[in-house]
């Protein structure tokens, strides 16, 4: 079935280690979209990207990195100069940047909660 | 941008009609009203969205005041799995490539408990 995966489902990480959280798609969709929900919050925005080799910071961009090599791909570093890493991180696709789409919806990936010890 | 406002939690009886509201009164005509929830420890999960009209699938109906400045979700027999964080998005308006314009702003929601 097509979906969204994202590994690992749970990460513990001491500080000042980088870390990379996986995001696959088999949808076929050009946009990608990585959010952070700490709790009891909404979600914020990361990084997107609307195909490949292209990718664009969203609204709490600092301390993270992200590449988009192949258009199934759209993997999230979390660096040691991020402050608070420790956050639950999801992934998302669309066909098209929602921003060009007049209608279109966002699919979403099962999340990876992060901790730093 | 038009944001939202929602209760922040709500509580329905099992098998009954769970109605949750969302005001958005700063609305402008070409931005379209999204609903999506998320169960606990998931990724959110598409609902339904409308612009003008009323909106019915197999999920949920969306009912969208005639000014626009608020709409409600209606979930017409709530069962125990429905027991969700439930958001209402009004997407900005799209302004083209580039920017975060256009994308989705999810905020707290409103965390509807469906009882037994």
């Not at chain 1, 979600?43 to 992200?66: C, H, M, P, T």
């Not at chain 2, 429905?82 to 009004?90: E, F, G, L, P, R």
Request: proline letters at 4%; one cysteine or more.
């Amino acid at each position: 079935d097509g979906g969204i995966t994202q590994s690992p489902k749970y990460l513990f990480r001491k500080e000042g280690q980088n870390v990379t959280l996986s995001c696959e798609q088999n949808l076929n969709h050009d946009a990608m979209y990585w959010y952070r929900q700490d709790p009891g919050q909404g979600l914020r925005l990361i990084y997107y990207s609307q195909i490949v080799n292209d990718f664009q910071k969203g609204d709490i961009a600092e301390g993270y990195s992200v590449s988009r090599e192949k258009k199934e791909s759209f993997p999230l570093t979390v660096t040691s100069a991020q402050k608070n890493p420790t956050a639950f991180y999801l992934c998302a696709s669309s066909k098209a940047l929602l921003a060009v789409l007049n209608t279109g919806e966002l699919f979403f990936g099962e999340g990876s909660r992060l901790t730093v010890l | 941008d038009a944001k939202t406002t929602q209760p922040p939690s709500m509580d329905c009886a099992e098998g009954r009609a769970a109605n949750l509201p969302c005001n958005h009164s700063t609305i402008s005509g070409n931005e379209y009203v999204y609903w999506y929830r998320q169960i606990h420890s998931q990724g959110p999960q598409y609902i339904i969205h409308g612009l003008k009209n009323n909106e019915t699938n197999e999920m949920a109906s969306l009912i969208i005041t005639e000014d626009r400045k608020s709409s409600t979700l209606i979930l017409p027999h709530a069962t125990l799995r429905d027991t969700a964080v439930y958001y209402c998005i009004v997407r900005v308006a799209t302004r083209g490539y580039g920017g975060s314009q256009g994308n989705l702003i999810f905020g707290k929601g409103t965390k509807l408990s469906v009882k037994p």
